[in-house]
């Protein structure tokens, strides 16, 4: 079983990223699918959540109207696509697969945003 994230790197202030979440071992359809992040400074934050059936929810404020979220069950892949990228949003971007209490972690991608 793993989760695992792609598409993070260095992109400027008003660029653009695609974080991939690609699932193995398990069918991810029944999931829920979650986006968080985390800096040396904070507490990891969710940053984005599509249940099961695809509809997105529980946005940060900080991200709401730059952040989208999708899945792909077809794929077992899940979709960070963030816009209007801000140097506050440079953390390492983790995605978690849930269903009850069963939970699967990812290992983080960086995405820095900087000029």
């Known amino acids: 079983v793993q989760v695992k994230e792609s598409g993070g790197g260095l992109v400027q202030p008003g660029g653009s990223l695609t974080l991939s979440c690609a699932a193995s071992?398990?069918?991810?359809?029944?999931?829920?699918m979650s986006w968080y992040r985390q800096t040396p400074e904070k507490e990891r934050e969710l940053v984005a959540r599509?249940?099961?059936?695809?509809?997105?929810?529980n946005f940060a404020d900080s991200v709401k109207g730059r952040f989208t979220v999708s899945r792909d069950n077809r794929k077992n892949m899940a979709s960070l696509r963030m816009n209007s990228l801000k140097p506050e949003d440079t953390a390492v971007y983790f995605c978690?697969?849930?269903?009850?209490?069963?939970?699967?972690w990812g290992q983080g991608t960086q995405v820095t945003v900087s000029s």
């Open positions: 978690k697969a849930q269903y009850g209490p069963t939970e699967y």
């Open positions: 071992g398990f069918t991810l359809s029944a999931f829920a």
């Open positions: 599509i249940d099961s059936g695809g509809v997105p929810t």
